[in-house]
């Protein structure tokens, strides 16, 4: 049987006080499968700081170490500082360190240009007081140069510091598998962690495929456009093709998984059972 791997689960910060009740019962569901830690994302601009911090602090309270989405675009040092050392007082081990994205009417401006300029402003002000996680992108950043370009931005941020990578989902584990050949030759010797998305609702995606470069390829494109209306048909399909792309990883010997829940329990707990994890 194949070995277990370290597993982790992501969340975003819930909405509505109903949300937020939900989403303590998901978590529970899934801290049954003992992940390494849970992390929580942070909208353009830092828009949903207060909702991530809270959602940060609460899965600590659970005992499960939190990882908090940090971006820096639009910021300032100063206000990254406090931020910084108002997670370490809550007792934040890891970041995902992240460019981000600016708020939609907000123009230019902040002191970091690019998240390797985050990743080397938290070594240089917090030395080793966290783990830090970047992304990384095996299809390509949707604003890269080109894709010798999106892996050089990777080794930046590996040279300012980044202990390990966590990639945008995917549904070709051969754009994995050569991302990391790729990495490898440049040098870039730290963990790179798939990133996965169970599939759920064929629109929403779809939607957020096209609009963040995630490439659905045109066979899974075209099922799920001709289940239409059909859910159970949809997650039967969803179920099946990322149940085989996380055995193809887990056989290849992958450094772990990243779940990107959308807040839900049962398709990522399906997943986990599939892989025995």
């Given amino acids: 049987m194949a070995q277990a791997l370290p597993i982790s689960f992501e969340f975003f910060p819930p909405k509505t006080p ?43 309270a659970e005992g499960v170490p939190a990882a908090a989405h940090f971006s820096c675009i639009g910021a ?47 070594r240089a002000e917090f030395g ?54 790729e990495a490898q030759a440049l040098g870039i010797e730290i ?12 629109g929403q995606l779809l939607r957020f495929s096209d609009a963040c470069g995630a490439e659905v390829p045109r066979w899974i494109r075209l099922r799920l456009l001709g289940y239409g209306d059909d859910v159970a048909s949809i997650q039967a399909f969803g179920r099946e093709v990322v149940g085989d792309l996380c055995e193809q990883l887990q056989r290849a010997g992958v450094p772990g998984l990243h779940f990107y829940t959308m807040n839900q329990s049962a398709p990522t707990l399906a997943l986990c059972a599939r892989l025995r994890q």
């Fill in 18 to 60: 109903e949300g937020a009740v939900k989403l303590r019962a998901v978590r529970q569901q899934l801290y049954a499968r003992r992940p390494e830690f849970c992390s929580v994302t942070y909208g353009a601009g830092g828009s949903t700081q207060e909702g991530t911090f809270a959602t940060v602090a609460e899965i600590l």
């Fill in 191 to 202: 963990p790179i962690v798939p990133g996965i998305m169970p599939i759920t609702n064929s």
């Fill in 128 to 181: 080793g007081a966290f783990q830090i996680e970047v992304a990384a992108y095996p299809e390509v950043h949707p604003q890269a140069r080109s894709p010798q370009a999106d892996l050089q931005a990777l080794l930046a941020k590996v040279r300012a510091g980044a202990d390990s990578a966590i990639t945008q989902y995917f549904f070709n584990s051969d754009a994995y598998f050569r991302f990391v050949d």
């Fill in 76 to 122: 300032t040092r100063a206000s990254v500082r406090e931020q910084l050392r108002q997670l370490q007082g809550m007792g934040v081990r890891r970041l995902v360190a992240l460019r981000g994205d600016l708020p939609s009417g907000y123009g230019s401006g902040g002191e970091f240009q690019y998240a390797s300029d985050l990743v080397a402003f938290i």
